[in-house]
């Protein structure tokens, strides 16, 4: 039982895919209020230096969720008075806020302030919510609407700061954070650009279509149309409905050549929804995108689209 729950979470805080002939169905437009928040709400911030480094200090803070509870995350501040570049960064789901941290430090040597909020299934009781209710699936439809309604929330408190120039704002997601990256661009629109990593379109390639063994075996223990039905209800708010609408806003879009999640067709069915302009990189690396080039290469996007300085990748 351990491990089928360890496996349900990974499996549910990837993004999702599907690979279908017809034109998705939802529409963005009517999906966007489902993110809608009261900006007005003070955050609350709490803020604590845990580490300085060469370049910069990291801070442990929390703000107020509009969902109730107070959102964890970690925020890294350059040296000097700015205005800088600013970063959201949103972490893929079987993760943590930490992963992004050597990045982001990485980004303040550059000139930019970095946020990596938690979500919501990352946090203690009684505000911990965490999302393998198949048979409940409006549950975690709520789940995923209060994370990205979370990131929202952080972009206003990185606006809020008087040393981030507002026009130099971008968006860097990570599986599910690539999800949610998507529905940002097109409901949000305050980044300058996206980066999405790893980010597929529909839930029904994962549950319904994934080849992953563990995932094979995980059907066969389900009540029939139950993940069909999780599918549909949750399908609203899957990134296929958003990607297109991202224009302007520039998309880099990065992949694995070795995804186990879920196969090329996939990949391409996402790029071929994602609107213009675009760029599409490939590794030959796993889900987790850990070459040294996908770094590169995000580090290169974020230069040209948020000014940020060149600095090398790696220092002694």
């Known amino acids: 039982m351990r491990y089928l729950s360890c496996f349900l979470i990974l499996v549910l805080v990837a993004p999702f895919a599907a690979q279908t002939a017809a034109k998705p169905t939802g529409d963005s437009e009517t999906a966007a209020y489902l993110f809608n928040y009261d900006p007005k709400q ?21 703000y107020t969720s509009p969902k109730g509870g107070p959102v964890a995350a970690y925020l890294i501040v350059p040296t000097g008075k700015g205005p800088f570049a600013a970063v959201l960064f949103g972490h893929w789901g079987n993760g943590t806020r930490a992963e992004f941290i050597p990045e982001a430090k990485l980004y303040a040597r550059a000139g930019a302030v970095s946020l990596i909020p ?29 994370a990205v309604v979370d990131l929202r929330r952080g972009i206003d408190l990185l606006l809020a700061r008087s040393d981030v120039d507002p026009k130099r704002l971008a968006y860097v997601g990570h599986s599910y954070g690539a999800q949610w990256g998507s529905i940002l661009s097109a409901v949000d629109r305050r980044m300058k650009t996206s980066v999405l990593m ?28 139950q993940l069909e039905k999780y599918s549909l209800v949750t399908g609203d708010i899957d990134a296929i409905h958003f990607v297109g609408k991202a224009a302007p806003i520039p998309l880099l879009l990065q992949f694995a050549n070795y995804e186990q ?22 590794y030959d690396t796993g889900h987790d995108l850990n070459d040294p080039q996908a770094l590169e290469d995000r580090y290169d996007w974020l230069v040209k689209f948020i000014s940020l300085r060149r600095e ?3 220092t002694r």
């Open 42 to 62: 003070p955050l609350d911030i709490h803020d604590k230096i845990i580490e300085e480094f060469d370049g910069g200090a990291l801070h442990d803070i929390t």
């Open 118 to 146: 938690d979500y919501p299934w990352d946090r203690p009781q009684p505000w911990h919510k965490t999302p393998d209710h198949f048979d409940k699936p409006e549950v975690d439809r709520e789940i995923e609407i209060q």
């Open 198 to 225: 790893a980010g597929v379109a529909e839930m029904a390639d994962i549950l319904l279509r994934s080849d992953d063994p563990g995932m094979v075996d995980f059907r066969k223990t389900q009540p029939a149309g």
């Open 261 to 282: 999640y879920f196969d090329k067709t996939s990949m391409e069915h996402y790029v071929a929804a994602a609107s213009d302009p675009k760029k599409v990189l490939y």
């Open 312 to 314: 090398p990748v790696l």
